[in-house]
T-cell receptor, first 113, second 113 residues
Framework: GDSVTQMEGPVTLSEEAFLTINCTYT??????LFWYVQYPGEGLQLLLK?????DKGSNKGFEATYRKETTSFHLEKGSVQVSDSAVYFCALRLSGSARQLTFGSGTQLTVLP | DTAVSQTPKYLVTQMGNDKSIKCEQNLGHDTMYWYKQDSKKFLKIMFSYNNKELIINETVPNRFSPKSPDKAHLNLHINSLELGDSAVYFC????????????FGSGTQLSVL
């Protein structure tokens, strides 16, 4: 079945550090890939997405590139801020289907001032 | 106004009790979902309704019964609560069943003692 594997957290960084959160996937077809973010006390919200190989999703300084050859969708940000502290979820969905999003287990990020 | 609101935010109860969690969305979306997030932050789909009709029903004990009185509401009723039901339950909605952007509520933390 479809699955998403994320690097285990928690990840703790200092402000302005470089961030990478690894995500790899297994899918039976050609999925769309997503990063969702969950800020403390809130529900998840879509951060960025990519729908085909070599697409780059970007938002709020975060980027992720759909790499079909390595089945990966790693999240990166060049300079993190304290306000980026949250749990980050990688997810996939087979395009055009009514199937639900499949989420990874989440990675807790804490950014210290 | 909160787009997807669920109540209560916290629910503490004894084993064997019956409880309900309510969810409402004011986005005009056709599709609503219930997700369960376990203690390791892993998110799993439980149910999905589209225009009040059940379209996804994952392997969930039949003690869990969703009810959608109209497309803006999707309530979750749980009978005979067990310790393993302790988790955070998230309601979400999307414009349609194949739409990839989900809007989540802030979650209901259920603790079964």
């Amino acid at each position: 079945g479809d699955s998403v594997t994320q690097m285990e957290g928690p990840v703790t960084l200092s402000e302005e550090a470089f961030l990478t959160i690894n995500c790899t996937y297994t899918a039976t077809g050609y999925p769309s890939l997503f990063w969702y973010v969950q800020y403390p006390g809130e529900g998840l919200q879509l951060l960025l997405k990519a729908t085909k190989a070599d697409d780059k999703g970007s938002n709020k300084g975060f980027e992720a590139t759909y790499r079909k050859e390595t089945t990966s969708f790693h999240l990166e940000k060049g300079s993190v801020q304290v306000s980026d502290s949250a749990v980050y979820f990688c997810a996939l969905r087979l395009s055009g289907s009514a199937r639900q999003l499949t989420f990874g287990s989440g990675t807790q990020l804490t950014v210290l001032p | 106004d909160t787009a997807v609101s669920q109540t209560p935010k916290y629910l503490v109860t004894q084993m064997g009790n019956d409880k309900s969690i309510k969810c409402e969305q004011n986005l005009g979306h056709d599709t609503m979902y219930w997700y369960k997030q376990d203690s390791k932050k892993f998110l799993k789909i439980m149910f999905s309704y589209n225009n009040k009709e059940l379209i996804i029903n994952e392997t969930v004990p039949n003690r869990f019964s969703p009810k959608s009185p109209d497309k803006a509401h999707l309530n979750l009723h749980i009978n005979s609560l067990e310790l393993g039901d302790s988790a955070v339950y998230f309601c979400a909605s999307s414009p349609g069943p194949t739409n990839e952007k989900l809007f989540f509520g802030s979650g209901t933390q259920l603790s079964v003692l």
